[in-house]
């Protein structure tokens, strides 16, 4: 499994074109009548010990390339560059069951809803301890271990021996957090990982989520619908629409200087707790989104897009960077010439 | 406005309270719960799960789930018939009175619209019961009104969309047609209970401006509960704040947002990241709202609150005192005994 593949010194994980591409079948036959691009060349790179934000609204994409980077789906193409503890760099898109099994030690998810994704029927030692047990590890040392995670999580672990049904919405995502934890990753898929929480609690978490990061040394992919989460978590953060990345940028610029015209949209649409700030602003336009379907050529935000002409319509504009300094890329035709408002 | 603060407010809840019997233990959803709602006035009531916000809504409908019952409390309702005043916490939930209100008078947009559609009926079939049921029409005339309602959300083509099920709408249109069926019954009081939690943000900002501009237009009063303190601060008036089934806090959405009063309502717009600002940290509430059956006893925050005066507040339950103009809180930092 050892190959050719490099990715750039400070990078953990580089994703190269994925694709995943769904049939749709219909009528009487079940027969294959097009195809739906759920996620259409993505390419970003994340580097060791950042966080990056991956947003968009739902059916962009964002949930499914963040299981493809996992494996728990397979991409129709493109490459997954992860390197490992080791130093090795893998293409997780190629390899086999077996393999992945190997990897994915390192490179663990968190999911969105803390009452559907733990066993009702386990308690939280064996919940905790289930991929220690999977590796290979003896009772005692997964006793010790999970006691070691509880606490680091912030659960006491006196109820070691308890059943999920027993916690709160946010000890139970402590649970799916101190259970992605076990084996020591070093990169985390976070898919909402507190959007299904209450506010105050929500609070609780994306602080638990930064001191770990900061402790272990943790990547995180924060995939989440959430700008004002986004905004506080990430050092970075990828725009997703309709299975492409729009716009890519460090979290500052982004906010407060879009350069798409979606990445502005979503700004103005999002509600900030405070009656003082602008909120759909007259001059801006939203719009909804349409279904997602084959998207003929050009720029799938063009038919909601103020902006958009005729060159939008023909051609599928370029992820490229255009400012110099620090990379701020997007995919619009006109992002020379619009002025947009950040927050 | 001096002539309207005169006028009877178009619904005043008093002390409403709440039981539901469950073989696990009684639980109590609403304790003491006041607020009131003037016509064409539109207020927020704001609270995280288990505060009771729902629940006050499903009383002023009278649908409370079996087991639940209104233990005390007023709820004194303008109605469109007469302008008679009339208590709906003790009219019988059954009666022919109660159902002309329940959905003529007040009527009500859920969180999940799917759910609140009839999958095997058509948008046009579903509104025009509605229309039909509360003012006697024949069908040709139904017709027409509900291909205006769908246009005033603003469904567009909508003679064809009439004819569609609900599958076949995307979310934020089917949020739309169940406005447009909210509205049939030429409703006083629109009841919006978490409306747009569900949806993306740049449709759930239109569903909230749709909402916005009907209820000016249509001088419809608004309650809209929902969890989301930044949906609140752009849509309604008048806040109130609940914990616990009780309301804590109440005030002009400014003020609210500006100089919070209680503990609880300060301490969660410290727990909100903000959109313009990273470098805010965030002050989580430390622990969670307890369990509904076994509430704590005097100030419901106590267990979490980090201003307490001291021991009164585990014991007692402090007044609900004016802290600035139209601007009320329920803490013994602002009560006499508390200074």
New interface residues.
């Given amino acids: 499994m050892s190959d050719s593949a490099t990715i750039a010194d400070n990078a953990i994980l580089q994703v190269r074109d994925l694709k995943k591409h769904f049939p749709v079948r219909r009528g009487l036959l079940q027969r294959q009548t097009g195809w739906v691009k759920a996620v259409d060349g993505v390419s970003f790179t994340l580097e060791q010990g950042k966080i990056l934000g991956l947003v968009g609204?739902?059916g962009c994409g964002k949930t499914t390339t963040g299981r493809m980077i996992l494996r728990a789906l397979d991409p129709t193409g493109g490459e997954v560059l992860f390197r490992q503890q080791s130093g090795q760099v893998v293409d997780m898109a190629k390899l086999s069951r077996r393999q992945i099994k190997e990897v994915r030690r390192e490179a663990q998810m968190i999911f969105q809803d803390p009452y559907s994704s733990l066993n009702p029927r386990m308690p939280v030692l064996d919940l905790i301890s289930e991929p220690l047990v999977a590796h290979g590890w003896s009772s005692r040392d997964c006793e010790l271990r999970v006691t070691e995670l509880m606490e680091r999580v912030g659960l006491d672990p006196r109820y070691i021996r308890r059943y999920p049904h027993a916690f709160?919405?946010?000890?139970r995502q402590r649970i799916g957090i101190a259970r992605a934890l076990a084996l020591s990753p070093s990169l985390i898929v976070a898919d909402e990982p507190v959007s299904a929480l209450?506010?105050?609690?929500?609070?609780?978490i994306?602080?638990l989520l930064q001191e770990l990061q900061q402790d272990l040394n943790l990547t995180l992919l924060f995939v989440a619908?959430d700008?004002?989460?986004v905004?506080?978590?990430c050092d970075e953060v990828a725009v997703m629409y309709q299975g492409r990345l729009v716009e890519q940028a460090e979290?500052?610029a982004l906010?407060s200087d879009p350069q798409h015209p979606y990445t502005a949209?979503?700004?103005?649409?999002?509600?900030?707790?405070?009656?003082?700030?602008v909120?759909?602003d007259e001059d801006e336009d939203?719009?909804?989104?349409g279904?997602l379907t084959e998207v003929g050529t050009g720029c799938a935000f063009a038919p909601r897009c103020r902006y958009s002409s005729d060159l939008c319509r023909e051609q599928i504009p370029v992820l490229e960077d255009y400012k110099g300094g620090q990379p701020h890329l997007a995919a619009c035709h006109h992002k020379h010439e619009v002025e947009l408002k950040g927050? | 406005m001096s002539t309207e603060a005169t006028d009877a407010p178009l619904i005043d809840v008093e002390n409403l309270s709440v039981v539901i019997d469950r073989d696990e233990g009684v639980v109590r959803p609403l304790n003491g719960v006041s607020f009131r709602i003037d016509a064409g006035q539109a207020v927020g009531i704001v609270g995280?799960?288990g505060c009771g916000k729902t629940m006050t809504s499903n009383a002023l409908l009278r649908i409370l789930p079996p087991g639940a019952k209104i233990t005390s409390g007023h709820i004194r309702y303008r109605r469109k018939l007469d302008e008679q005043v009339v208590d709906l916490a003790t009219i019988d939930s059954g009666s022919a009175e109660m159902r002309q209100i329940r959905g003529g008078d007040i009527s009500m947009i859920f969180q999940e619209p799917m759910t609140a559609f009839s999958p095997v009926h058509t948008i046009h079939n579903q509104i025009a019961e509605m229309i039909q049921l509360h003012d006697p029409m024949d069908d040709q005339a139904a017709r027409r009104r509900v291909v205006e309602l769908l246009d005033l959300v603003g469904i567009s083509g909508p003679d064809e969309r009439a004819d569609d099920y609900a599958f076949q709408l995307?979310?934020?249109m089917r949020q739309r047609a169940m406005i447009a069926m909210a509205l049939a019954s030429k409703p006083r009081l629109l009841i919006a209970d978490e409306p747009t939690t569900a949806l993306?943000?740049?449709?759930?900002?239109?569903v909230?401006?749709l909402i916005q501009r009907l209820q000016r237009e249509l001088g419809l009063a608004l309650m809209l509960i929902t969890?989301?303190?930044?949906?609140?601060?752009?849509t309604v008036e008048y806040v109130y704040v609940m914990y616990l089934g009780q309301v804590i806090e109440e005030g002009p959405?400014?003020e609210i947002?500006d100089n919070p009063a209680h503990p609880y309502t300060q301490?969660?717009?410290h727990?909100?990241?903000?959109?313009?600002n990273?470098d805010k940290r965030?002050?989580?509430?430390?622990g969670?709202?307890p369990s509904a059956f076994a509430l704590p006893t005097g100030c419901p925050f106590h267990t979490r609150c980090t201003k307490q005066v001291g021991d009164k507040c585990k014991r007692q339950m402090p007044a609900h005192v004016e802290v600035s103009k139209g601007h009320y809180a329920s803490c013994f930092i602002h009560t006499e005994e508390g200074s």
């Fill in positions: 609204e739902s709160s919405g946010g000890q209450d506010v105050s609690v929500q609070a609780q994306l602080n619908h700008l004002s989460v905004r506080y978590l979290t500052e906010f949209m979503l700004l103005n649409a999002a509600p900030a707790p405070d009656p003082h700030a909120w759909m939203v719009s909804e989104a279904e927050v | 995280e799960s995307s979310g934020g993306d943000v740049t449709v759930q900002a239109r909230l401006k969890h989301d303190l930044g949906v609140i601060a752009h959405v400014v947002f301490a969660l717009l727990s909100i990241p903000s959109l313009t990273k965030l002050e989580p509430i430390e969670s709202v």
